[in-house]
């Protein structure tokens, strides 16, 4: 095993026995030769598109695919079994398809897309997949540990791609040029005639396209949900029993809540499900009380506490304790051995939540954690309507800089460096957060600046792009040719694969000085590393108070050391 896909790879360099995250080394092994395959299938999804053939149902099972591998989403080994064998036949479907038409390959084809299997067989493809792994190749050095670690950084960009197009799928929206990147991306790691400055742009590429996706998702959101609008939510709870959704998939939430209104039960929002209070289609459920706990990583206590059933619908499972096991239910792609799991839709049927309601009733109520109030839903119609307050607060010195928090929380004690330096930024800057970085700051009391609140939050990981999209608006707004000419600071708290887009996304834009933490990803090699610095600039976090004296240019007296509750410490 060796896996480096995330920001809690083991002493930032790999989980090499098993993972920090849950995963053990018979899945690693089956995502690596997943992942061989899907390269395989690409090859031949790329050839057919260039001959006409569109095949929507394969598109789809590749996002789907990719994103089973995104940190924290599916730790079954039987599904990923499921899925090489799935892959292999619709590869050689497609094959089937080319040669139909007459189609002459041009080149070799490469082993990923000639694999076989006599029988479905767990234990050898394990041992295969070891073969096909990160260090498949031995210890390299120079260039070749360059191209090496930028064609991996390709292939968490599309499962972090296939992240965001799944979550688009399962709301019934299909937009064909976005597969077909996803295509040309996953093959692209299996060119060998490229350099590093080749695949960086590539990379580049890819996080300019994953703004494209995560803008359709928002669109998809707003018509099927609503726009969100700034709204309060209560972090305490109520003396009904409830049930606990976390994750991303709105529908699902919508769906529970449609099947519970009137049961009883109460429903509360954990982790980024929390912007879901900000959607007026979620309004209208009274039932929907309340966010519980904080961001994904304190799922195991906050779980146990919670006493009712919980839902995952998206990427932020961890190992079931004993005293929920039978409590916790998955849905999706997500999935861990022996976990209930919720069917899949069937064309326009809602999914059946019946028997988590019904176990839901038979609970007691949660034990309170939380407490007070927090505010969400500064999307993107929400942030242009104080594009004017804003760019008066700027040119009158009352806003001195916008400091950008964006990205994951996560385990790492180092993280607390996002808390403190939000609470030592002085009054005079706003903040803007997306994604659940914001659980390390979100309930402290900040102000406002003319008004203002200084802490806007834009909503889930991916309203990273309404974030982008607004800053563009006042860019326009004060007649700048530049996002970087705003007076404004990014700084990306990185964990899993979706978060590696928002990077290169910026990237992609020319921002300079992006600030990542609390580590740098371990797939940066020294040729990469050093691209990236020479050209903008990128680096690491520092301690609060010297960032802080970057990013404004001014010397910043450090506040003294204060211990800080955020809403998942708050012990009541
Ligand atoms: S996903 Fe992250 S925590 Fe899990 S095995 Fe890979 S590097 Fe380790």
């Known amino acids: 095993m060796f896996c480096y896909h995330c920001q809690e790879a083991k002493k930032n ?326 976990i209930a799991h919720i069917d899949k839709r069937r064309s326009s049927e809602a999914k059946d939540f019946s028997a988590i309601i019904e176990q839901a009733k038979q609970c007691e109520p949660p034990t309170p954690i939380t407490k007070g109030v927090v505010t969400v839903g500064y999307g993107l119609h929400a942030l242009c309507a104080l594009t004017e307050a804003i760019v008066t607060g700027i040119n009158a010195g009352d806003i001195q800089r916008i400091i950008v928090v964006v990205g994951c929380d996560g385990r790492h004690k180092e993280r607390r460096y996002y808390t403190e330096l939000v609470q030592s930024l002085p009054q005079d800057t706003l903040i803007l957060t997306a994604g659940d970085t914001k659980y390390r700051f979100h309930d402290l009391e900040l102000g406002a600046i003319n008004g203002i609140p200084r802490l806007l939050d834009v909503g889930q990981t991916h309203d990273f792009h309404a974030l982008l999209a607004f800053l563009t608006h006042l860019q326009k707004a004060m007649q700048l040719s530049h996002l970087s000419e705003l007076p404004v600071s990014f700084n990306v708290a990185w964990y899993e694969q979706q978060t590696i887009l928002m990077m290169l996304a910026l990237f992609a834009l020319g921002i300079k000085d992006v600030r990542i933490g609390p580590t740098l990803p371990p797939f940066f090699s020294a040729g990469i590393l050093e691209k990236l610095t020479q050209t903008l600039a990128v680096k690491g976090i520092d301690t609060p108070e010297n960032d802080i004296a970057a990013m404004l240019g001014i010397e910043v007296v450090p506040a003294e050391p204060q211990e800080i509750e955020t809403a998942s410490q708050t012990n009541i």
């Open 13 to 338: 360099i790999a989980c090499d026995t098993a993972g920090i995250c849950g995963k053990k080394a018979d899945v690693s092994s089956l995502h690596d030769l997943l992942t061989y395959t899907l390269k395989g299938l690409s090859f031949y999804a790329v050839k057919a598109a260039e001959a006409g053939i569109n095949e929507p149902n394969i598109d789809q099972f590749t996002a789907r695919a990719l994103y089973s591998m995104v940190t924290n989403v599916n730790f079954d080994p039987a599904v990923f079994v499921q899925l090489i064998a799935e892959t292999v036949q619709r590869r050689e479907y497609l094959k089937r398809l080319l040669t139909a038409k007459n189609v002459q390959l041009n080149g070799a084809i490469p082993e990923e897309a000639q694999w076989q299997y006599e029988t479905i067989d767990q234990a050898a493809w394990v041992k295969i997949g070891e073969t096909f792994g990160v260090m498949a190749a031995g210890e390299l050095s120079g260039e070749q540990a360059d191209l090496h670690a930028a064609r991996e950084m390709l292939m968490y960009t599309a499962k972090g791609l296939g992240a965001l197009l799944e979550y688009i799928q399962v709301l019934n929206v299909f937009h064909v040029e976005h597969y077909a990147f996803m295509h040309k991306l996953v093959a692209y790691t299996l060119q060998a005639d490229v350099s590093l400055d080749d695949l960086l742009a590539m990379s580049f590429k890819a996080g300019e396209r994953s703004l494209l996706v995560m803008e359709l998702l928002e669109q998809v959101n707003a018509e099927k949900f609503g726009q969100p609008e700034p709204t309060t939510v209560h972090l305490d709870t109520w003396e009904k029993p409830g049930i606990l959704v976390t994750g991303h998939d709105f529908q699902d939430l919508h769906d529970l809540l449609e099947q519970s209104a009137g049961s009883g039960v109460d429903i509360y929002t954990h982790g980024e499900m929390i912007e879901a209070h900000s959607y007026p289609a979620f309004k209208k459920y009274f039932n929907l009380v309340a966010n519980y706990g904080g961001a994904w990583q304190d799922q195991k206590t906050q779980f146990s506490k919670f006493k009712g059933p919980v839902l995952v619908t998206s990427n932020s499972l961890q190992q079931p304790k004993k005293d929920y096991t039978d409590k916790a239910y998955t849905s999706g792609m997500v999935g861990w051995p022996d």
